[in-house]
């Protein structure tokens, strides 16, 4: 096993080099605000960093004082220790510090350096791993097969979910992959407590990326009904995400998530939790904190990050203000195909209105 050398190295401060430092602090303050999914800031600091490397190693190549450090070191060091700035980490040697602020009252800089291919010594304590076991074939027990199975397989990870032993060994379930009819019906059936008089259960949500939401999703939490007791206040139908499928835009009133901001490249947990906190505040808003009644269609798309943050925020609200709000989900349904009767005018356009069916709507 080879052993990864750090080196911090004393660089002058001449004005090439102070401007430089400069931007690599900047870029990091401007990437730890980015968003997610805004690259630009970050691959500004790496390769402002990468610069200011290269720099520091062509010095330490030249002869420049350098100092030897500890790899674990690395993780805690700033861009550079530049005169005048913050002090070197507690964690350091005394020695390296000492010899840091002795460069840096010489006008110099301490820079990081990492040598991955600098000759090492064997590891003693190095364990040996193996790879792990491959993933136990699921079968389903009653021989269903596409949709029918995948329906029985979600429905198997919600009730493993419900009997695990304590919050930190409790099951995960995993939508992913899942189609949102399935997902938006299942969780319906285990969110409602119905006359099984089980404890309520916050089952960790993880995706196939191996992200997990911040946020559980409780089940057996609620008595659903489909309908409101009385009278909506407000009745509103809603796409669940905008330029989706245009055929909605003749049914709805308007787009519940913009798509530009839902649809970013992010591990998918963040996109969970990000529809969770709009849909709570926009829930909120429109009940006015629950103190009006709202009756909400969702006309629904497949992506499951947004149906699971989505139906988290009904299942919360509904906790706190029960008889506040109806969803009834809507579902798309692609009409059957028109028998071919000769060939069609040239030029001719057909344009048909894709049916919505309802599904099983979620009310407390």
């Given at each position: 096993m080879r052993a990864v050398e750090a080196r911090l190295v004393a660089l002058p401060c001449e004005a090439g080099v102070e401007a430089l430092i400069a931007d690599v602090e900047s870029a990091a303050a401007r990437a730890a605000k980015a968003d997610h999914a805004d690259r630009a800031d970050i691959v500004r600091f790496e390769t402002l960093s990468v610069q200011l490397e290269q720099q520091a190693v062509l010095a330490w190549s030249a002869g420049a004082a350098s100092a030897a450090l500890p790899a674990a070191a690395l993780a805690e060091l700033p861009g550079a220790l530049r005169p005048g700035g913050a002090d070197p980490p507690a964690s350091l040697p005394a020695s390296v510090r000492a010899e840091v602020e002795s460069w840096r009252q010489r006008g110099c800089a301490a820079v990081a350096i990492c040598l991955p291919f600098a000759p090492g010594v064997e590891g003693g304590d190095r364990q040996e791993r193996e790879p792990p076991p491959p993933a136990e074939r699921w079968e389903s027990e009653q021989g269903s097969r596409g949709r029918q199975a995948v329906e029985e397989r979600f429905e198997a990870q919600l009730q493993a979910a419900l009997g695990g032993a304590g919050a930190e060994g409790r099951n995960a379930i995993s939508p992913s992959g899942v189609q949102n009819t399935v997902v938006t019906e299942a969780l319906r059936r285990f969110v409602d407590r119905?006359?099984?008089?089980?404890?309520?259960?916050?089952?960790?949500?993880?995706?196939r990326d191996?992200?997990?939401?911040?946020?559980?999703?409780?089940?057996?939490?609620?008595?659903?009904?489909?309908?409101?007791g009385e009278e909506p206040e407000l009745s509103l139908r809603m796409a669940l995400l905008s330029i989706r499928h245009t055929e909605m835009d003749a049914v709805v009133d308007g787009a519940w998530l913009r798509n530009a901001e839902i649809s970013r490249k992010r591990p998918a947990a963040q996109t969970d939790d990000l529809v969770y906190e709009i849909s709570r505040a926009q829930i909120a808003e429109l009940t006015r904190d629950g103190s009006r009644r709202l009756r909400l269609q969702m006309f629904q798309t497949g992506l499951e990050t947004a149906v699971v943050g989505f139906y988290r925020a009904v299942t919360m609200h509904l906790l706190e203000h029960p008889g506040s709000l109806c969803v009834v989900p809507m579902y798309h349904q692609a009409p059957p195909r028109p028998k071919k009767r000769g060939r069609a005018k040239k030029g001719g356009v057909v344009q048909s209105r894709a049916p919505f069916r309802p599904g099983t709507g979620w009310a407390a």
């Amino acid at each position: 096993m080879r052993a990864v050398e750090a080196r911090l190295v004393a660089l002058p401060c001449e004005a090439g080099v102070e401007a430089l430092i400069a931007d690599v602090e900047s870029a990091a303050a401007r990437a730890a605000k980015a968003d997610h999914a805004d690259r630009a800031d970050i691959v500004r600091f790496e390769t402002l960093s990468v610069q200011l490397e290269q720099q520091a190693v062509l010095a330490w190549s030249a002869g420049a004082a350098s100092a030897a450090l500890p790899a674990a070191a690395l993780a805690e060091l700033p861009g550079a220790l530049r005169p005048g700035g913050a002090d070197p980490p507690a964690s350091l040697p005394a020695s390296v510090r000492a010899e840091v602020e002795s460069w840096r009252q010489r006008g110099c800089a301490a820079v990081a350096i990492c040598l991955p291919f600098a000759p090492g010594v064997e590891g003693g304590d190095r364990q040996e791993r193996e790879p792990p076991p491959p993933a136990e074939r699921w079968e389903s027990e009653q021989g269903s097969r596409g949709r029918q199975a995948v329906e029985e397989r979600f429905e198997a990870q919600l009730q493993a979910a419900l009997g695990g032993a304590g919050a930190e060994g409790r099951n995960a379930i995993s939508p992913s992959g899942v189609q949102n009819t399935v997902v938006t019906e299942a969780l319906r059936r285990f969110v409602d407590r119905g006359g099984s008089g089980g404890e309520r259960v916050d089952a960790p949500v993880e995706y196939r990326d191996g992200s997990q939401a911040e946020n559980t999703f409780p089940l057996r939490a609620l008595t659903l009904s489909e309908e409101l007791g009385e009278e909506p206040e407000l009745s509103l139908r809603m796409a669940l995400l905008s330029i989706r499928h245009t055929e909605m835009d003749a049914v709805v009133d308007g787009a519940w998530l913009r798509n530009a901001e839902i649809s970013r490249k992010r591990p998918a947990a963040q996109t969970d939790d990000l529809v969770y906190e709009i849909s709570r505040a926009q829930i909120a808003e429109l009940t006015r904190d629950g103190s009006r009644r709202l009756r909400l269609q969702m006309f629904q798309t497949g992506l499951e990050t947004a149906v699971v943050g989505f139906y988290r925020a009904v299942t919360m609200h509904l906790l706190e203000h029960p008889g506040s709000l109806c969803v009834v989900p809507m579902y798309h349904q692609a009409p059957p195909r028109p028998k071919k009767r000769g060939r069609a005018k040239k030029g001719g356009v057909v344009q048909s209105r894709a049916p919505f069916r309802p599904g099983t709507g979620w009310a407390a």
